[in-house]
């Protein structure tokens, strides 16, 4: 019984819904930060080139976006943010096997950690839990990454804004879409288990 209340009760996440005693402890927030990065850098490694674009499609992003809404705001910032460190320190765990700063999509990158606080504070909201709100969710979360990897895109390999929307946003719009279906199903379905279980 006592389970119920925080599943349905807004200010809550998934993260703390799944694993109460977890995310209450020091140790247990570490290692949930520690899994978000891993995750993170574990799905970056499906990456597939797009012909006539520096940037691949890969499953960081749909990652990050996971990450922020199922962890909230905070540890999904700290978990791109580690993920962000760990890469520029040389492991090699971003999209195609890079590490550093010294390439094309590494503003996607640092859009990445904004993108998963916003997601993170709607889903602390609610907006994870419904298939119309977590659309919207991950539609914002999109552009933000957008809105800091494609003006990256256009300093880094010197290309005018209208090259850098071509190359590093529009390849990218079908597979952003068939993500946020899969978020769309998943976490409110998630949410729907656990009111059930509750």
């Keep these: 019984?006592?389970?119920?209340?925080?599943?349905?009760?807004?200010?809550?996440?998934?993260?703390?819904?799944?694993?109460?005693?977890?995310?209450?402890?020091?140790?247990?927030?570490?290692?949930?930060?520690?899994g978000g990065a891993a995750l993170t850098g574990v799905t970056a490694q499906i990456a597939v080139p797009v012909p006539g674009s520096p940037v691949p499609v890969s499953g960081q992003t749909f990652a990050a976006l996971l990450v922020g809404t199922t962890l909230g705001a905070r540890r999904g910032f700290l978990s791109l943010a580690l993920y962000a460190l760990v890469g520029l320190a040389g492991v090699p765990w971003f999209a195609e096997g890079r590490s550093g700063a010294g390439f094309a999509s590494f503003g996607y990158v640092l859009g990445m950690m904004l993108a998963a606080t916003v997601a993170g504070a709607l889903a602390r909201r609610g907006?994870?839990?419904?298939?119309?709100?977590?659309?919207?969710?991950?539609?914002?979360?999109?552009?933000?990454?957008?809105?800091?990897g494609v003006p990256y895109l256009a300093?880094?390999?010197?290309?005018?804004?209208?090259?850098a929307i071509a190359a590093g946003l529009t390849p990218f719009l079908i597979g952003d879409a068939l993500k946020a279906a899969l978020a769309m199903?998943?976490?409110?379905?998630?949410?729907?288990?656990l009111g059930r279980r509750g």
């Design 1 to 34: 019984m006592a389970t119920a209340a925080p599943v349905t009760r807004t200010g809550t996440v998934l993260a703390d819904a799944l694993f109460p005693a977890l995310s209450r402890a020091r140790v247990g927030d570490a290692a949930l930060i520690l």
């Design 127 to 148: 907006c994870d839990r419904s298939t119309l709100r977590t659309a919207g969710t991950m539609a914002l979360g999109s552009a933000i990454i957008y809105a800091v």
């Design 155 to 163: 300093l880094y390999a010197h290309l005018s804004l209208t090259d």
């Design 185 to 193: 199903g998943a976490l409110p379905m998630a949410w729907k288990w």
